[in-house]
């Protein structure tokens, strides 16, 4: 049985400064939320909570949408009137809001996305992204000041740390403890500010 995730303690977990835009020739980067699966050999797979169940596989993945098994809907993913892309973001709350409660054991990993890139107020959808590190650890309780920035995150294990060695290791991503994960991936790229909720 999984355990269920509290979005208030996910909310603003990592103090990030984004930007409006990313600088000219970088990428940008974001947390997500996968599954844990293994298969019938015995190898641990990451895939995408929500609809898809898209398997992530080592190095790039390419977001293609399922409209296009209707040809009269062909088109390029991700766009802004579709739900296409790869899905990331810089608050994992909103993440979580939007796709659901977790029905496998849930990796915390963070994306470098390049190509097409939609911005929501829930975070982004990106044509092409890579896994670049994954974190054993889940966020148990995040403590913060009057302002509401965080001062302590309190983690707890979401995986065994032999299964997030191996999915780094297939994945060629860095496993990061839960409070390095936004200075890690800002080696990547940018974090990019999401639209305001209308």
Not at 132 to 157: K, Y
Request: net charge negative; hydrophobic share 40%; charged share 20%.
């Amino acid at each position: 049985m999984t355990q269920p995730l509290d979005p208030t303690v996910w909310g603003g977990l990592f103090n990030v400064s984004p930007r409006r835009q990313p600088a000219v020739g970088s990428k940008v980067v974001g947390f997500r939320l996968c599954t844990m699966v293994e298969d019938e050999a015995g190898q641990l797979h990451l895939t995408s909570t929500g609809v898809g169940n898209h398997y992530w596989l080592p190095g790039i993945n390419t977001a293609h949408c399922v409209a296009q098994r209707r040809p009269s809907r062909i088109h390029r993913a991700p766009v802004q009137t579709c739900t296409c892309g790869l899905y990331a973001g810089r608050d994992v709350a909103k993440l979580l809001r939007v796709l659901g409660p977790p029905v496998a054991p849930m990796v915390l990993c963070g994306i470098q996305a390049g190509g097409r890139i939609v911005v929501h107020e829930w975070g982004f959808r990106a044509e092409d992204a890579r896994i670049v590190a994954i974190s054993a650890e889940l966020p148990s309780r995040v403590l913060r000041d009057p302002s509401g920035q965080v001062i302590q995150v309190r983690a707890r294990r979401g995986i065994e740390p032999w299964a997030a060695e191996e999915l780094a290791q297939c994945y060629g991503a860095m496993l990061i403890d839960l409070d390095g994960m936004a200075g890690a991936l800002q080696q990547f790229g940018d974090f990019i500010e999401e639209e305001e909720e209308s």
